[in-house]
């Protein structure tokens, strides 16, 4: 059980990627008060809790409805991380997100950023979502998907916590240092993507 909870806490932590979060959302909350950014933090936190919540307990059954098999999209969600892997050691992951900031702060009547851009998609977006109908699909009882629930709701503290740190986080890091963890979980994550690929690909040829 601990090796599960170990390898979905890090899958989870590298994809959802709270120190990469912290610094887009100092920049977005730069005019918000403490109590305001505090607030925005928590209800991102809570939403995209939500939304990862429903597509862990019934992702499953919408593939079911789709007519697509688990080992498809454990294929298709390991080549899509593999990808995000890579803008990471690239930084255009970054960039896109600092892009997408840039936008929102450009329009004055957006004020919470709690739901777009935080909640979704930097918190619960394409790959997080992916990544936790993969976990899910591979765990077997009850016990072993609330392992995988636990972990999930370990990195959401984490990214909470961070989101509240935003600013003196950003500071004590600095940019280099961010550009370092950023390119090394990068790392991390292309070979836990090729591991998911590998595992589909294995299944298939099984059958």
């Known amino acids: ?22 610094p887009i959302y100092a920049g977005l909350v730069g005019g918000a ?3 305001q950014a505090r607030a925005m933090a928590i209800r991102a936190s809570f939403i995209a809790g939500i939304i990862l919540l429903v597509f862990a307990l019934f992702g499953e059954h919408l593939l079911a409805a789709l007519h697509i098999e688990l080992d498809a999209f454990r294929i298709a969600g390991g080549i899509m991380l593999f990808v995000i892997a890579l ?8 960039q896109r997100r600092e892009a997408r900031a840039e936008q929102v702060k450009a329009t004055p009547e957006v004020e919470d950023v709690s739901v777009f851009p935080m909640a979704m998609p930097m918190i619960a977006g394409p790959g997080s979502i992916a990544t936790i109908m993969l976990l899910m699909s591979r765990s077997h009882g009850t016990g072993q998907t609330l392992v995988v629930l636990a972990a999930l ?6 990214t909470l916590l961070a989101l509240l740190a935003a600013k003196p986080l950003m500071k004590a890091m600095g940019a280099r240092v961010e550009a370092v963890i950023t390119r090394l979980l990068g790392v991390l994550l292309a070979a836990l993507a090729a591991q998911y690929v590998i595992d589909g690909v294995k299944a298939v040829l099984a059958t």
Do not use: H
């Open 1 to 22: 059980m601990l090796d599960l909870f170990l390898s979905a806490f890090v899958t989870l932590f590298v994809v959802i990627d709270p120190p990469g979060c912290a």
């Open 33 to 35: 008060t403490s109590a």
């Open 87 to 94: 803008d990471m050691v690239f930084e255009k992951r970054t």
């Open 153 to 158: 709701l370990s990195v959401l503290v984490l």
